[in-house]
């Protein structure tokens, strides 16, 4: 590898952690984390058990993901600045830039859940069985969409990310 490549990492411009850009090892725990709150999420929407053990810990993982994110971004930008204007660095910054709206909605959704099924379900449903339900219906639309949703760009954002790493590698 050529040293002047690498030169340019070692600016003050650059996030790094001991010597190394933060942005490829803080992404890895956006990228499990993400997905595992995910899956708590819409446990917990379907499976009254898993909700009941799972408790607080879905929207505790969803805070988590909503302080990584930001972090990821910032660490990226640092990352694409010191790398100048590449394409497929810009596209993968693009998509990453849009994950923070639905890391916000993750959260608010798990710990609506979390909040409903702990303080309010039993108490409504006895007073108002009809808005009990409602809520319940509104919390599983909510939680599929913002499931879905999250996925399918943290989807996008890997593989755009993988390709402007890895792209350019000959078959």
Same mark, same amino acid.
């Given at each position: 590898? /050529?040293?002047?490549?690498?030169?340019?990492?070692?600016?003050? /411009?650059?996030?790094?952690?001991?010597?190394? +850009?933060?942005?490829?090892?803080?992404?890895?725990?956006?990228?499990?984390?993400? +997905?595992?709150?995910?899956?708590?999420?819409?446990?917990?929407?379907?499976?009254?058990?898993?909700?009941?053990?799972?408790?607080?810990?879905?929207?505790?993982?969803?805070?988590?993901?909503?302080?990584?994110?930001?972090?990821?971004?910032?660490?990226?930008?640092?990352?694409?600045?010191?790398?100048?204007?590449? +394409?497929?660095?810009?596209?993968?910054?693009? !998509?990453?830039?849009?994950?923070?709206?639905?890391?916000?909605?993750? !959260?608010?959704?798990?710990?609506?859940?979390?909040?409903? !099924?702990? !303080?309010?379900? /039993?108490?409504?449903?006895?007073?108002?069985?009809?808005?009990?339900?409602?809520?319940?219906?509104?919390?599983?639309?909510?939680?599929?969409?913002?499931?879905?949703?999250?996925?399918?760009?943290?989807?996008?954002?890997? /593989?755009?990310?993988?390709?402007?790493?890895?792209?350019?590698?000959?078959?």
């Amino acid at each position: 590898m /050529d040293s002047t490549i690498v030169a340019p990492l070692a600016s003050g /411009d650059l996030i790094q952690v001991a010597g190394l +850009p933060l942005h490829p090892l803080i992404v890895h725990a956006v990228v499990v984390l993400t +997905p595992l709150t995910v899956l708590a999420l819409l446990l917990g929407t379907f499976w009254p058990r898993a909700r009941r053990r799972l408790g607080i810990v879905t929207a505790l993982g969803a805070a988590l993901v909503l302080v990584l994110v930001p972090i990821t971004v910032a660490a990226g930008r640092s990352l694409a600045a010191v790398l100048g204007p590449i +394409p497929a660095v810009a596209r993968h910054q693009g !998509f990453g830039e849009m994950l923070l709206p639905w890391a916000i909605a993750l !959260f608010v959704v798990a710990a609506g859940q979390w909040a409903w !099924f702990r !303080f309010a379900d /039993d108490r409504v449903r006895r007073d108002s069985p009809g808005a009990a339900r409602a809520v319940r219906v509104g919390l599983a639309a909510a939680s599929l969409v913002v499931g879905v949703g999250t996925m399918v760009l943290l989807v996008l954002i890997g /593989d755009s990310g993988a390709r402007a790493v890895w792209g350019g590698l000959p078959s």
